[in-house]
């Protein structure tokens, strides 16, 4: 699996699936989780209304993950996990670890040979950069092969693409 470090808008990437950062009841929220709603489209919140409905009627648990069709993205697919908030005392890195492996384990599912993941609980849920980046580099790096080739990380900003780039030199 080769994993690649881009800078830029996961909403605009052209890759078989792009990850969002949920939250549990995955009716929408800000951050990367908004944006993504709004590229896909308003056919986004109808799914979720309805994987909620059918499958998810508690939410979805913090460390799962769950795929949706990508709508209006160029992404076919857009799969859901939900990270652990730093500030509501959700700190252990096993469940961080698991947002990364459960939604690798979904692409694989699918099928699909290009994933992106965003720098999951780093924004609004708080965690330290080096810490996501420490954890998501080494869970994808040691993950079981499968239809899977590349994983980009996509970054807002230059100091976690920073942080991210460390963290790849060190498992390489
Ligand atoms: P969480 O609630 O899991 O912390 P956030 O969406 O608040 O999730 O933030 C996760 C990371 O995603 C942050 O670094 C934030 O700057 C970044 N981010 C926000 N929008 C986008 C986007 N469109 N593309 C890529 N990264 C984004």
């Known amino acids: 699996m080769r994993i690649e470090i881009v800078e830029g808008d996961i909403t605009r990437r052209d890759v078989d699936a792009i990850v969002n950062a949920a939250n549990s009841s995955l009716l929408g929220g800000g951050g990367v989780d908004g944006a993504i709603h709004r590229a896909a489209g308003p056919e986004l919140l109808e799914a979720c209304r309805e994987l909620r409905r059918v499958r998810l009627p508690g939410g979805l648990p913090v460390g799962a993950a769950v795929a949706t ?3 209006q993205l160029a992404a076919r697919w857009i799969i859901h996990t939900v990270g652990p908030n730093w500030h509501a005392g959700e700190r252990d890195p096993g469940l961080l670890a698991s947002c990364f492996a459960e939604s ?3 692409a694989q599912d699918l099928g699909a040979e290009s994933v992106a993941f965003p720098a999951i609980s780093a924004g609004i ?3 330290d950069r080096r810490e996501v980046a420490s954890i998501a580099v080494s869970t994808v790096h040691t993950a079981a092969p499968g239809s899977v080739e590349v994983v980009e990380f996509v970054l807002f900003g230059p ?7 460390s963290a790849l030199r060190e498992v390489g």
């Open 69 to 71: 069709p990508g709508f």
């Open 104 to 106: 690798l384990a979904v």
């Open 125 to 127: 849920y708080g965690w």
């Open 159 to 165: 100091e976690m693409a920073r942080a991210f780039r």
